[in-house]
């Protein structure tokens, strides 16, 4: 017969239950805890709502050439960015080429006059050992997850944009910053073999540094100048536009204007770095989806930066609802223009230059167009081309403009036939990427200069992708 449990026997068998489930919870907890923590290192993404939007204006206090990130407590989208790709101006260009298309180059969709173009951009990639990606649309999610997986304002502001053109612009910067190389468009075919380009052929960088004189600006030291004749150039563009009239306003929204359908460089240039911050910030700030996110991370003494609707002109256009926000029904080409394209990309460049010789005084400008190499004294030429269609034109204002306000007036740039550099930057003439335009003294596809050939089929851009 089981004798029946007395009341203090079964008080002792309630406790030992108390303690072993009380270890049993102890040991969950801990174990809850250090898992916990185990799982946070792999999460490196910060919190969206604990990181910075700062602007791209009013960096006047940032040398934004010489930006280190000292810790890893990263305060803000530009430090974060520093942070995942870490500019190492030493190592030269990758040799890749980046196009992007709606299909794969194997669909029956993809568009047939494409077909030769892309086939003359494989073979040259094979010739010179070059490696060849054509991003499709299907890919860009998982490949811009891969990239940029730890800045999640990026991947945000990427997937709210309200046109794929935008989206078009932006991926390009986003490829080259993450990975360098040479992005084109597809309506673009190469007319001289990669490894010829000025920014990589060495013997023509090693003559174009060793014989063109430093054009001098305030504050420059020529003997802190270290010598780097053979390092390639971290960021290579060519002019879009340079209408040499007295009226040019009336048609173009900058005097010089830089084009994007094809861009070379190293992966992290600073010049990228700035612009995917200008983007990112303003597409979160000015779309509606997104706004009230942006809204709390904004620099709020300068609202108006974010805004796209308060770019140039139109920031003084009083019947314009700068309080709209941006949906895939109101934006339109001037958006564009300054939001993603040409006109934020020139305006970046330009606000790069200029703040690299206002914060440095070791900043080598190498331009043959206004000086010409050794021989003749550059007064004496500014005075032979007086009314001439060279850059020599301008060369009083240009180096009044550098010696007295530190400057890079937009006439260092215009009208060149030969490249032109600033630091790491190499600044090739409208031939290069623009031959046979008929206009603004571009040259023929065979000149010497010419390396790309754009067939300005525009509209292939269009939204009928994923919209
Ligand atoms: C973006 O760049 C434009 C052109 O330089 C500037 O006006 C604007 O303030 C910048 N905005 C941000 C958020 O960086
Ligand atoms: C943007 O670009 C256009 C050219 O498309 C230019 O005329 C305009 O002044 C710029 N600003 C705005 C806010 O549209």
Redesign the pocket.
């Known amino acids: 017969m089981i004798k029946p449990l007395n009341k203090s026997e079964f008080r002792l068998d309630k406790r030992t239950k108390q303690i072993f489930f009380g270890i049993l919870l102890l040991y969950s907890l801990v174990a809850f805890h250090l898992s916990n923590k185990k799982y946070a290192k792999f999460i490196t993404a910060p919190e969206i709502s604990n990181v910075a939007l700062p ?3 009013h960096v006047e206090q940032l040398n934004l050439k010489e930006l280190r990130v000292k810790d890893r407590k990263l305060k803000d989208l530009r430090e974060q960015l520093v942070m995942a790709f870490p500019y190492e101006p030493e190592k030269p260009i990758p040799r890749r080429i980046w196009q992007t298309w709606k299909v794969k180059e194997d669909s029956l969709d993809f568009p047939a006059s494409f077909r030769s173009y892309q086939r003359d951009w494989t073979e040259a990639a094979t010739l010179q050992g070059f490696e060849y990606m054509l991003v499709p649309d299907d890919n860009i999610e998982a490949f811009l997850q891969n990239l940029y997986g730890e800045l999640p304002l990026v991947l945000k502001a990427f997937k709210e944009m309200p046109k794929n053109i935008l989206k078009a612009d932006f991926l390009r910067y986003l490829l080259l910053y993450a990975r360098g190389g040479i992005y084109s468009d597809m309506d673009t075919f190469p007319l001289k073999p990669l490894n010829k380009w000025p920014s990589v052929d060495r013997e023509k960088l090693k003559t174009f540094k060793e014989t063109r004189k430093p054009v001098p600006y305030k504050g420059f030291k020529s003997e802190e100048v270290v010598a780097q004749n053979e390092r390639e150039p971290g960021l290579v563009i060519g002019i879009e536009a340079d209408p040499d009239r007295t009226d040019w306003s009336d048609w173009f929204a900058r005097r010089i204007q830089f084009c994007q359908w094809t861009i070379q460089s190293k992966p992290g240039h600073p010049v990228l770095r700035e612009l995917i ?2 983007i990112t ?2 597409t979160l700030y000015s779309v509606s989806s997104v706004k009230k996110t942006a809204e709390e991370l904004i620099d709020k003494t300068h609202k108006n ?2 805004n796209v609707n308060y ?1 140039d002109k139109r920031a003084r256009d009083s019947h314009y609802d700068h309080d709209e926000t941006k949906t895939d029904k109101n934006v339109d080409g001037s958006d564009i223009m300054n939001w993603t394209g040409p006109g ?1 990309f020139s ?2 460049v330009m ?1 790069y230059l200029n703040n690299l010789i206002q914060n440095n005084n070791d900043v080598l400008l190498l331009n043959g167009n206004i000086y010409t190499p050794t021989t003749v004294d550059p007064a004496e030429a500014a005075a032979q081309d007086e009314n001439g269609v060279s850059t020599k034109k301008f060369y009083r204002k240009i180096i009044e403009s550098l010696l007295v306000n530190r400057h890079i007036p937009w006439e260092f740039f215009t009208l060149i036939t030969e490249p032109i550099t600033v630091d790491d930057l190499m600044i090739l003439p409208i031939t290069s990427f623009s031959p046979d335009v008929g206009q603004m003294n571009a040259k023929g596809m065979d000149d010497e200069m010419a390396l790309v050939k754009h067939q300005f089929e525009g509209s292939w851009k269009g939204d009928a992708g994923h919209d």
């Open positions: 602007t791209t204006s911050l200008n910030a303003t930066d974010y770019r934020i305006d970046m606000q």
